[in-house]
T-cell receptor, first 112, second 107 residues
């Protein structure tokens, strides 16, 4: 069964600190995505990747970096966390073209 | 403008009533997927439906590419159907979500 695992599931970070959210998929999918979900905004795309070594900017990339060191792993990095980045973050994976997308269970990040 | 528009934004039903949720898109489509989410919960895939009609229990999804729309029909709604329904468009390069329909089914 398709699986996307996010860690940590919950995180409290201090303003100005560095935060790394990790995502692992066992679906052998080429595409991976990071979204954040906020009330009133729905799911917004931060970064995505077509495969190992590639990262692309989504709709709201400012303040975030991404890293795709392998097919299985895709990380979201907040170099200098701010309270406005408090949100729920979802990772997803999908194949190229007409294939289903699978989501992780989400990471709740609070920046204080 | 927004590439994926969902309607209605919110809906209140009496248990047993039917619901029709709409998703309209303005960009090219590789596939359409419908998700369900409880408050604070993860996204559960309901349908992967790039075109045509698919059924699953009380749910039916229909995607008509030429008309740039997809719909989700819920028949005989139950209180456990309450939550948010999201459509997601897999376009040329990325997956884009609508803002969702918040459904509340009253007993």
């Amino acid at each position: 069964e398709a699986a996307v695992t996010q860690s940590p599931r919950n995180k409290v970070a201090v303003t100005g600190g560095k935060v790394t959210l990790s995502c692992n998929q066992t679906n052998n999918h080429n595409n991976m995505y990071w979204y954040r979900q906020d009330t009133g905004h729905g799911l917004r795309l931060i970064h995505y990747s077509y495969g190992a070594g590639s990262t692309e900017k989504g709709d709201i990339p400012d303040g975030y970096k991404a890293s795709r060191p392998s097919q299985e792993n895709f990380s979201l990095i907040l170099e200098l966390a701010t309270p406005s980045q408090t949100s729920v973050y979802f990772c997803a994976s999908g194949g190229r073209g007409r294939t289903e997308v699978f989501f992780g269970k989400g990471t709740r990040l609070t920046v204080v | 403008g927004q590439q994926v528009q969902q309607s209605p934004a919110s809906l209140v039903l009496q248990e047993g009533e039917n619901a029709e949720l709409q998703c309209n898109f303005s960009t090219s489509l590789n596939s359409m997927q419908w998700f369900y989410q409880r408050p604070g919960g993860s996204l559960v895939s309901l349908f992967y439906n790039p075109s045509g009609t698919k059924h699953s229990g009380r749910l039916t999804s229909t995607t008509v590419i030429k008309e740039r729309r997809s719909s989700l029909h819920i028949s005989s709604s139950q209180t456990t159907d309450s939550g948010t329904y999201l459509c997601a468009l897999d376009g040329a390069y990325k997956v884009i979500f609508g803002k969702g329909t918040h459904l509340h089914v009253l007993p």
